[in-house]
């Protein structure tokens, strides 16, 4: 069984920055994809960023060129480099990981975690 334990939400003001950190026990996640989703009140949990085992990255289009999906293999660790937040980027942040690629379906990843808040100010 694999643990996923997310960190490193918070309130920000619109315009700044986050780094969530995700980090996984239990059994290596070297040959799974991982990734992040969101989930708004009142909204679907959505697709946000994943990178897959072999290092390539996929990303929500509202997202790109503003948030950096990478993982650290050593430290069995993933992160999501928030920047240029905007108030619609509040949501519950979730880090999950799989062995069906970057799918944008929830329901395609095996593992998630309890989720951090991220809450942007305007």
């Known amino acids: 069984q694999v643990q996923l334990v997310e960190s490193g939400g918070g309130v920000v003001q619109a315009g700044g920055s986050l780094r969530l950190s995700c980090v996984a026990s239990g059994r290596t996640l070297n040959d799974h994809d991982v990734g992040w989703f969101r989930q708004a009140p009142g909204k679907d949990r959505e697709f946000v960023a994943a990178?897959?085992?072999?290092?390539?990255?996929y990303y929500e289009d509202s997202v790109k060129g503003r948030f950096i999906v990478s993982r650290d293999n050593t430290n069995h660790a993933l992160f999501l480099q928030m920047n240029d937040l905007a108030p619609e980027d509040t949501a519950v942040y979730y880090c999950?990981?799989?062995?069906?690629?970057?799918?944008?379906?929830?329901?395609?990843?095996?593992?998630w975690g309890q989720g951090t808040q991220v809450t942007v100010s305007s």
């Open positions: 999950t990981a799989g062995t069906r690629g970057a799918s944008v379906l929830p329901s395609d990843w095996l593992y």
């Open positions: 990178i897959s085992w072999s290092g390539d990255t």
